[in-house]
């Protein structure tokens, strides 16, 4: 089975960085995924690392170490609109012969001013 | 802008009652999915379905039922309603099962079960 570990909550300053961590142990691993999503919202796709390393797209970067079983995401210069859940989820090739998603519970950061 | 679709937006519905959880997409993607997300519990897996005329069951199948008539639509059933599946509902689909592709969710379904 899966299992994935990030906070529940965090809070940062606008204008700021701050670094999500997300943990897992599972089989078949076939790369992590970030997902943002506001209250009331749908999840949307963030970024996706399948090789060790950073990942950087515009404010976000995201991070890898398969041999940890161990990834970030960044967001730097935070802004009010980034208040939202982020969401880690693993990819693993499954029993049923496909690659299916797991997902952390989430965590909940608040950006103040 | 192409994406999908999920209705109802939201549905208070008496315990022992069946609902069908409607689901279109207009991506051409194979594979759709079917979660539930609980407050403390995360997105969870219902059914899938890779493609057309196929289905599988996710981490929390019992209680609901799919089908995959066509490549568009993906269905979800609740043969006969209980307070525990009071949740959010999100259908999603990605391009193709074989490889990890993104998916992309539709707005959600609010279910109430009293």
């Known amino acids: 089975g899966q299992n994935i570990d990030q906070p529940t909550e965090m809070t940062a300053t606008e204008g700021a960085i701050v670094q999500i961590n997300c943990t897992y142990q599972t089989s078949g691993f076939n790369g992590l995924f970030w997902y943002q999503q506001h209250a009331g919202e749908a999840p949307t796709f963030l970024s996706y690392n399948v090789l060790d390393g950073l990942e950087e797209k515009g404010r976000f970067s995201s991070f890898l170490s398969r041999s940890k079983g161990y990834s970030y995401l960044l967001l730097k210069e935070l802004q009010m609109k980034d208040s939202a859940s982020y969401l880690c989820a693993v990819s693993a090739f499954s029993g049923a012969g496909s690659y299916q998603l797991t997902f952390g519970k989430g965590t909940k950061l608040s950006v103040i001013p | ?114």
């Open chain 2, 1 to 114: 802008i192409a994406g999908i679709t999920q209705a109802p937006t939201s549905q208070i519905l008496a315990a022992g009652r069946r609902m069908t959880l409607r689901c279109t997409q207009d991506m051409r993607h194979n594979a759709m999915y079917w979660y539930r997300q609980d407050l403390g519990l995360g997105l969870r897996l219902i059914h899938y379905s890779n493609t057309a005329g196929t289905t599988g069951k996710g981490e929390v199948p019992d209680g609901y039922s799919v089908s995959r008539a066509n490549t568009d639509d993906f269905p979800l059933t609740l043969a006969s309603a209980v307070p525990s599946q009071t949740s959010v509902y999100f259908c999603a689909s990605s391009r193709d099962w074989r490889t990890t592709d993104t998916q992309y969710f539709g707005p959600g379904t609010r279910l109430t079960v009293l």
